[in-house]
């Protein structure tokens, strides 16, 4: 079955300290990923995406994300947190290799930056 | 550019009562649309989706349905809502050709 995991529900970093939010996958063919980020009571919006190329993908807000085909992940980095970065982060993938035109989204990774 | 929008912003509705969700989208011709509810501000469950006029995809049986009649429009319903589902509501579109997904600014919906 196809899926996508966020292992960790919360993660706390110290402000202009180096984040990591998790994400692994699990579906066949090329996978096309994406990080979404939530502030409350707000619409999700898009971060960043990986289709084809560069493994390393540049995102909004300083956000940047690495696509690691052999251990199936697409983890969420920022080399410097800000306090304003605490939000509600979703990876996701596309499902359109497939013939639909969904997303599998994970559970979502709440952060948390401390001044 | 385009713009999503959705309203109500909030809702509060008492059980049994019908409910009418909207949401459309400015400034792009045939994109596929999606319905999704976030309950307790976590995970996201797709409801529905469609790629053209009149074609929905469900996802989840439920006392919930969704139409689109028109391009750029697209509507969630109920008949008799239940307590379970209080949620917040998400609308969101996709060009095609393209892969990312842009959401609106989501419906509160709370049912007593």
């Known amino acids: 079955a196809q899926s996508v995991a966020q292992p960790e529900d919360q993660v706390n970093v110290a402000e202009g300290n180096p984040l990591t939010v998790k994400c692994t996958y699990s579906v066949s063919g090329n996978p096309y990923l994406f990080w979404y980020v939530q502030y409350p009571n707000r619409g999700l919006q898009f971060l960043l995406k990986?289709?084809?190329?560069?493994?390393l993908v540049k995102g909004s807000y300083g956000f940047e994300a690495e696509f690691n085909k052999s251990q199936t992940s697409f983890h969420l980095k920022k080399p410097s947190a800000l306090v304003s970065d605490s939000a509600l982060y979703f990876c996701a993938v596309d499902l359109s290799t497939s013939g639909t035109y969904k997303y599998i989204f994970g559970t979502g990774t709440r952060l948390k930056v401390l001044a | 550019s385009q713009t999503i929008h959705q309203w109500p912003a909030t809702l509060v509705q008492p059980v049994g009562s019908p409910l009418s969700l909207e949401c459309t989208v400015e400034g792009t011709s045939n994109p596929n649309l999606y319905w999704y509810r976030q309950a307790a501000g976590r995970g996201l469950q797709l409801l529905f989706y469609?790629?053209?006029?009149?074609?929905i995809s469900s996802e989840v049986p439920q006392n919930l349905s969704a139409s689109r009649p028109q391009d750029r429009q697209f509507i969630l319903s109920s008949k008799k809502l239940l307590l379970s589902d209080s949620g917040f509501y998400l609308c969101a579109w996709r060009n095609r050709g393209s892969y990312e997904q842009y959401f609106g600014p989501g419906t509160r919906l709370t049912v007593t």
């Open positions: 469609s790629v053209g006029i009149g074609q």
């Open positions: 990986y289709i084809t190329g560069d493994n």
